[in-house]
């Protein structure tokens, strides 16, 4: 089990990986620790999100590849 | 006088007119203000059906920006979405009910619900659906969930209104004629239309009571003026002396003005014609100076009706107005029938020099819970409240009878019309002539099905 990722901290920019191993980047964060939106860079399961925006919940995310 | 029908009427839906509150006679059972099962009908029966005061677009000025108001019991959010439309919205997630918003203002680009994360755009859609793909199979029609929104909304004069029923009238068919009276605490000093903006932050407190004692008081109860005589002595009034500028209490008429098809009332000073303003904040000449230069331009823009000057009114149910500095809106919002929480704003004129602004934010401190006048009204309400709520103390109906009888139609004087039903309390000093509108239509609205008995200027005017 990965430890969880505190999503305030994720500043516009931060690249990070989904538990479906997409990678996205986020774009902008409410900061409200459950949200952030973030673009599709790369999408294993479903091609068709890469370059798509969408907002990601807190729970999916496992990783964080790279910060801004 | 039916002093022990309270339960009986409500299960009927009726009684409030012919035995609660007794206008004929002047008398209204203390049920009205303590019973439980009353007060639970007040909630379906006139906050759900009413126009509401909300807020002021200056609290909301750019997109994204919102905060959290009231209507009856219930949270709402006033809010101003990415394309800058301005909504209410009940403050509660349609999953689960929590609050999407606990903050009282800010900006925010989204409204999430901390309890299972469900997420809403400042235009009240559905965003973020956790597990949307997983939980939901991606089935879950997005469309049909966003937050619940008011049916009716009415930007007026920067100032935001709302109503939870849909065939209630249009927020200026709700007011008619009162909107003039409306417009003297909306309007700048100088004449313009509008042009008022939100002065500091507002102030919020609770007070042992029910909402219908200050929502009495300040329709126009000039009869409690004696509580306030230590305020009088203190002499806190802008100029040195008094409580007020009210020197034109001396020389102008003095009125009580109900519209009774509407409930809203106020009372007004009917200066003579040709007579100037007497001077007013004298400890400060810019503020001086400011306040004769805007009577000029009043007199000039207004002509006639310039010689009407506010006094506290009400816009039916539970919207207070103070239209002389301190320049207010308070609303008295319910929280069970023992307890009412006020929420009150200041209102300045937006053009208003810097330090006109800054003299009338000290001058704040004449009202509110840390106030002067305030403190008085709060302990009479408490004490009055408490002393009404006994088993023997509800067989006795309270009095309204003061002037009863007094009132008069198409009131002029000196040229000037006023519209409304007006008491002319300038000799007899006192009448209750307001509160009885109040609680007039207050009757009306607890019996009354639907708006076909309570519009009934509609009547009149097809007849026509």
Known sequence: MTEPINVRLLAAGTRIVLDDGAVAEVVSNPLDGVWVFARYLSSPDDPTRVGSEEMIFAQDIVEIRDTA | ?464
């Open chain 2, 1 to 464: 006088m039916n002093t022990g029908g309270g339960a009986m009427a409500i299960a009927r839906k009726e009684g409030y007119r012919t035995g609660l509150v007794d206008m004929a006679a002047g008398q209204i059972s203390r049920e009205i203000f303590v019973n439980e099962e009353i007060y639970q009908q007040e909630l379906e029966r006139l906050f759900a059906r009413v126009w509401l005061f909300v807020g002021h677009e200056s609290q909301i000025p750019n997109p994204g920006d919102y905060f959290v108001s009231g209507m009856g019991e219930e949270s709402v959010i006033l809010c101003r979405d990415r394309a800058g439309k301005v909504h209410v919205f009940l403050n509660s997630c349609r999953h689960r009910g929590m609050k999407v918003c606990r903050y009282d203002e800010g900006s925010t680009p989204v409204f999430t619900c901390p309890y299972h994360g469900w997420s809403y755009g400042t235009d009240g859609k559905l965003a973020g659906v956790p597990y949307f793909k997983e939980a939901y199979h991606s089935q879950l029609d997005k469309s049909r969930w966003g937050l619940i929104e008011v049916p009716q909304l009415c930007l007026y004069k920067s100032t935001v209104w709302a109503s939870w029923d849909p065939p209630a009238p249009p927020f200026l068919e709700y007011l008619g004629d009162f909107t003039r009276y409306l417009d003297l605490t909306l309007d700048s000093w100088d004449g313009r239309e509008g042009g008022t903006e939100i002065l500091s932050g507002i102030q919020k407190w609770r007070i042992p009571c029910n909402w219908k004692f200050p929502a009495e008081n300040f329709c126009g109860d000039s009869y409690h003026n004696i509580s306030h005589r230590s305020v009088d002595l203190v002499g806190i009034g802008p100029s040195g002396s008094g409580r007020r500028d009210m020197q034109e209490r001396l020389m102008a008429r003095r009125l009580h003005v109900a519209f009774y098809e509407r409930g809203h009332q106020t009372g007004v000073y009917l200066m003579p014609k040709d007579r100037p303003m007497p001077p007013s904040y004298q400890h400060s000449s810019v503020v001086s100076e400011y306040f004769a230069h805007c009577e000029e331009a009043r007199r000039r823009s207004r002509g006639e009706w310039a010689r009407v000057i506010g006094s506290p009114g009400e816009i039916f149910p539970n919207t207070a107005l103070h239209p002389r500095q301190p320049r207010t809106i308070a609303v008295w919002h319910p929280r069970g029938p023992h307890q009412t929480e006020v929420w009150r704003w200041y209102m300045v004129d937006k053009a208003a020099p810097p330090e006109v602004k800054d003299f009338l934010r000290d001058y704040i401190r004449y009202s509110g819970p840390a106030g002067m006048t305030e403190q008085d009204d709060m302990e009479n309400w408490n004490y009055a409240h408490a002393a009404s709520r006994g088993t023997i103390a509800r067989r006795y109906p309270y009095s309204y009878e003061q002037g009863l009888g007094f009132e008069v139609e198409n009131y002029e004087w000196q040229g000037l019309r006023m519209p409304g039903t007006v008491m002319d309390i300038t000799e007899a000093k006192s009448s209750e002539h307001n509160l009885r509108n109040l609680y007039r239509r207050w009757a009306e609205f607890m019996e009354a099905e639907s708006w076909d008995e309570l519009a009934t200027w509609r009547i009149a005017q097809a007849a026509e």
